[in-house]
């Protein structure tokens, strides 16, 4: 799991929209790659074009392989931490649909659970959501109409097996949907480290240089090599950073399991 404070990885490039982390993206890969192309330029008209190249086309290949690496791994964590966070908003949904479902066996509180339940996911849509999207959530304040609930569930008066059954699933529903919500708390903090983000924007620059070096001696071959090759990791790096972090940007994990059940 990748995990750090939203503060601390670049918030504008996190939170920012589809449009304009793509832009940025591609905006830094064609600006790396112009500054390359105009250094070789001077080289030329220098003399010294010899110094940097042509270099063997051999170089490309450990040095795609190391960014194609550095990318594989990183997108791994990514959905990895994707999947952990949309799993335990799904496993929250069944707990408090069970709960719902399971306060049919004790008329009497039955309204004021639903009530409860009611309220506690509208917080969590209104207040829990935005927090974990800005990764400031903390497990600091327990949910407080989910508790109240719990303690409703455990002072119920059992009158019959079927009650006491109905009780002892309710006392495991509540459990499972406190677990869910710490589980999903703790990936909200989860994030791509900007230390590893820079690593690989470097090695990306420095495989655009080493291919500017391959075609050093035909600078219009090179400028359209370096287009296709910054282009390719412009998409790459653009579908890494926008899937980063769990509940934040274009591709978040909404609430809308939660609303659907909902009583």
């Not at 719990?150 to 109905?166: D, F, N, T, W, Y």
Request: aromatic content about 4%; glycine content about 6%; some cysteine.
């Amino acid at each position: 799991m990748i995990t750090c404070e939203q503060g601390s990885v670049i918030p504008w490039l996190v939170d920012t929209s589809i449009a304009l982390l793509t832009a940025t993206i591609f905006l830094a890969l064609y600006l790396a790659s112009g500054v390359i192309l105009l250094v070789l330029h001077l080289l030329h008209r220098a003399g010294h074009a010899d110094a940097v190249g042509p270099l063997s086309p051999g170089l490309l290949s450990p040095l795609g392989l190391i960014f194609g690496l550095l990318v594989g791994f990183l997108v791994a964590e990514v959905w990895a931490d994707r999947d952990k966070a949309a799993a335990a908003v799904s496993q929250e949904a069944s707990a408090l649909r069970d709960i719902d479902l399971l306060t049919g066996a004790f008329p009497v509180e039955q309204p004021r659970i639903r009530q409860l339940l009611r309220d506690q996911i509208d917080g969590y849509v209104a207040v829990e959501w935005p927090e974990m999207g800005h990764g400031r959530a903390t497990l600091t304040l327990a949910p407080a109409l989910l508790v109240e609930v719990q303690g409703i569930v455990l002072g119920l008066p059992v009158q019959s097996e079927g009650q006491r059954v109905a009780q002892d699933r309710l006392e495991t529903s509540i459990d499972r949907a406190l677990e869910a919500r710490r589980t999903r708390l703790v990936l909200s903090t989860s994030s791509i480290d900007p230390l590893r983000l820079t690593a690989l924007y470097l090695v990306a620059v420095t495989t655009l240089a080493a291919m500017a070096c391959v075609q050093a001696d035909r600078l219009r071959r090179a400028a359209t090599a370096l287009a296709l090759l910054a282009t390719a990791m412009a998409i790459a790096l653009t579908l890494l950073v926008a899937q980063g972090a769990p509940f934040t940007g274009y591709f978040a994990i909404d609430p809308d399991l939660l609303v659907q059940v909902r009583p």
